[in-house]
């Protein structure tokens, strides 16, 4: 079955510690997203990408990083300068632009600082 | 930045009874969506509504869309314990397809 894959569920950091979150698609979507996710605050959007070795800042990039070096896979890396990053962090990808599919999400990834 | 705002941030209803909520949002855009996130996981689509439409349905959900007053509204009608869950609404300001979410409505459905 087509979907998307985040892993790990669980992830702890240390403060100064580098962590990288991995996000896979089997869905052949062009276009990828990182949300994060805090208690009655809503998504908001970290990275975006809408092809393969490219990509956009989105209204909270500082202290994050990605990659698309593949159409499947999209990582994100949450450096140390993210000063709080304690969260849930979601994987989004879509199909054509303005074609109506909407997002598909993946389970996300619950990160917490240590 | 938070483009869509939901109202309430919470209801609570029984079995059987129609749940309605609302979106609000600040500038143009080409289509709105609604989202459903059971606790602790990845969010679901469950219906799409262009700029152009007024009124959509899927099974138990009816959506409208008011342009002029940049306001959408999901109802779920005759709710179920599984309805239990929060619902975003999240809209597509440009034709990037970069959505922006709201804060979202808990619903909870008592048995």
């Known amino acids: 079955d087509g979907g998307i894959t985040q892993s790990p569920k669980y992830l702890f950091r240390k403060e100064g510690q580098n962590v990288t979150l991995s996000c896979e698609q089997n869905?052949?979507?062009?276009?990828m997203y990182w949300y994060r996710q805090d208690p009655g605050q809503g998504l908001r959007l970290i990275y975006y990408?809408?092809?393969?070795?490219?990509?956009q800042k989105g209204d909270i990039a500082e202290g994050y990083s990605v990659s698309r070096e593949k159409k499947e896979s999209f990582p994100l890396t949450v450096t140390s300068a993210q000063k709080n990053p304690t969260a849930f962090y979601l994987c989004a990808s879509s199909g054509r632009q303005g074609a109506g599919y909407g997002y598909t999400f993946g389970s996300g990834t619950r990160l917490t600082v240590v | 930045s938070q483009q869509g705002e939901e109202d309430p941030q919470a209801l609570s209803i029984q079995e059987g009874e129609n749940a309605t909520m609302n979106c609000s949002y600040k500038?143009?855009?080409?289509?709105l969506q609604w989202y459903r996130q059971n606790s602790g996981r990845g969010l679901v689509h469950l219906i799409l509504?262009?700029?152009?439409?007024r009124e959509k349905h899927s099974g138990r959900l009816r959506v409208t869309l008011d342009t002029s007053k940049k306001s959408s509204s999901l109802l779920i009608t005759a709710s179920r314990a599984a309805d239990t869950a929060s619902y975003f609404c999240?809209?597509?300001?440009?034709?990037?397809?970069?959505?922006?979410f709201g804060a979202g409505t808990q619903v909870v459905v008592t048995p």
């Open positions: 999240a809209t597509d300001p440009d034709s990037w397809g970069k959505l922006q």
């Open positions: 869905l052949n979507h062009d276009a």
């Open positions: 509504i262009r700029s152009n439409e």
């Open positions: 500038t143009s855009i080409n289509n």
């Open positions: 990408s809408q092809i393969v070795n490219d990509f």
